[in-house]
């Protein structure tokens, strides 16, 4: 897909898919391998787990790229009958690989963009050929303004209204600096919404706390801290008057849990509060509650388990069903799950479709 879908010129940079010498699959750029492969299903992480401890081990690899990659996996049409055997109407897709790559290569913007465009290339076709049911979501770097702009109008020219970008600094600046908000009017421009993802992105505590994790993608403590980036991001965007300099912007949280809002909704407005009055004045004038500008402008997406009834009982309607089909960690009944927690379609819309069609303005 990389190759194919990159320009011609930029070919040499694509990522490709190669086994090592133990034959494991991996994601490789160049000679660098940077994601392993696994053959991973809904509700059995522990067979991923066996994978990646024989591929350390250097057992010997006996899967064949197919194994791993069934067609309700890469074939947008065979997704489709997932979808009506789940009962679902539309879905949201992610890059796989997608979320494995952003920084191993960000030492190379050039390397970076050209696989994001091969990746958005191919969503625009995915979104034709599923006449919209499946909805993939661009992937986006803001570290370069005139690529993204011409990124977004393109995405927006093919039906995508929804990118993967990362909560975390650009070119050393938080989201909300103002030299940031010409890419947040491109996104409002171009009638795109942002959302955060698990992804390869810098991580919120310094490097020295993940020191020696046999896993640098996912180590234990950015498991613990899931909703720590999201909740950063969108503070600083909201404290510092970016929500409100852009009104129309609107940002999902996706697969990032969702547990964690109530209480970031009181801290947020509660810190405000104090700083302004150990200060003597508010850190920005603004106009709305900071936590106002949360209900305004975000989603968040709420797993079965997290108890979104108990969630939207204490913060609002804020929430969206999802299944993170098909990882291991993901689910294949996701309507089931959702009845057993105390909630159905027909009960709740805004978490089963209304707050996902108002985020991506459909």
Same mark, same amino acid.
């Given at each position: 897909m990389w190759a194919d879908y990159a320009d011609p010129a930029d070919r040499h940079r694509a990522l490709r898919l190669d086994t090592d010498r133990s034959g494991h699959w991996w994601l490789y750029?160049? %000679? #660098?391998?940077?994601?392993?492969?696994? &053959?991973?299903?809904? *509700?059995?992480?522990?067979a991923v787990g066996?994978?990646?401890?024989?591929?350390?081990?250097?057992?010997?690899? @006996?899967l064949t790229l197919d194994d791993l990659h069934p067609p309700v996996y890469t074939d947008p049409t065979a997704r489709l009958d997932v979808l009506d055997a789940q009962g679902i109407d539309r879905s949201v897709a992610f890059p796989n690989y997608g979320l494995g790559f952003e920084e191993p290569l960000s030492g190379d913007l050039a390397d970076l963009t050209a696989n994001l465009r091969a990746w958005n290339r191919y969503a625009v076709d995915v979104i034709a050929t599923t006449a919209g049911r499946l909805l993939p979501v661009g992937h986006l770097t803001l570290r370069d303004p005139d690529w993204l702009d011409a990124e977004l109008a393109a995405l927006a020219s093919g039906g995508v209204r929804a990118a993967m970008i990362a909560p975390s600094l650009v070119n050393g600046r938080r989201l909300s600096h103002p030299a940031h908000d010409r890419i947040w009017a491109s996104f409002t421009e171009h009638g795109i919404a942002p959302v955060f993802h698990v992804s390869a992105f810098p991580k919120p505590?310094? &490097?020295?706390?993940?020191?020696?994790?046999? &896993?640098?993608?996912? $180590?234990?403590? +950015? +498991?613990?801290?899931?909703? @720590?980036? /999201?909740?950063?991001?969108?503070?600083?965007?909201?404290?510092?008057?970016?929500?409100?300099?852009? $009104?129309?912007? #609107?940002? *999902?949280?996706?697969?990032? +849990?969702?547990?964690?809002? /109530?209480?970031?909704?009181? @801290?947020? %407005?509660?810190?405000? %509060?104090?700083?302004?009055?150990?200060?003597?004045?508010?850190?920005t004038q603004l106009d709305l509650r900071p936590s106002e500008y949360i209900r305004r402008q975000v989603r968040m997406a709420a797993f079965s388990y997290e108890g979104p009834a108990r969630l939207m009982k204490s913060s609002g309607d804020l929430y969206m069903a999802c299944s993170d089909y098909p990882h291991s960690e993901g689910t294949d009944s996701p309507l089931a799950d959702y009845?057993?927690? *105390?909630? @159905?379609?027909?009960?709740?819309? *805004?978490?089963?479709?209304?707050?996902?069609?108002w985020l991506l303005q459909l």
């Open positions: 750029h160049g %000679d #660098r391998p940077i994601e392993l492969v696994f &053959d991973q299903h809904p *509700g059995d992480t522990p066996r994978q990646v401890q024989a591929a350390r081990a250097g057992e010997r690899g @006996t505590f310094a &490097d020295g706390w993940y020191a020696d994790d046999p &896993d640098p993608f996912n $180590p234990v403590l +950015s +498991s613990v801290f899931l909703g @720590t980036a /999201p909740a950063l991001a969108l503070a600083d965007l909201a404290v510092h008057g970016a929500f409100e300099r852009h $009104p129309e912007l #609107r940002i *999902g949280v996706m697969e990032l +849990s969702a547990i964690w809002v /109530p209480m970031f909704l009181l @801290t947020l %407005d509660g810190g405000f %509060d104090f700083h302004a009055t150990f200060n003597g004045a508010p850190l009845a057993r927690a *105390g909630l @159905t379609p027909d009960e709740a819309p *805004g978490l089963f479709g209304d707050n996902l069609a």
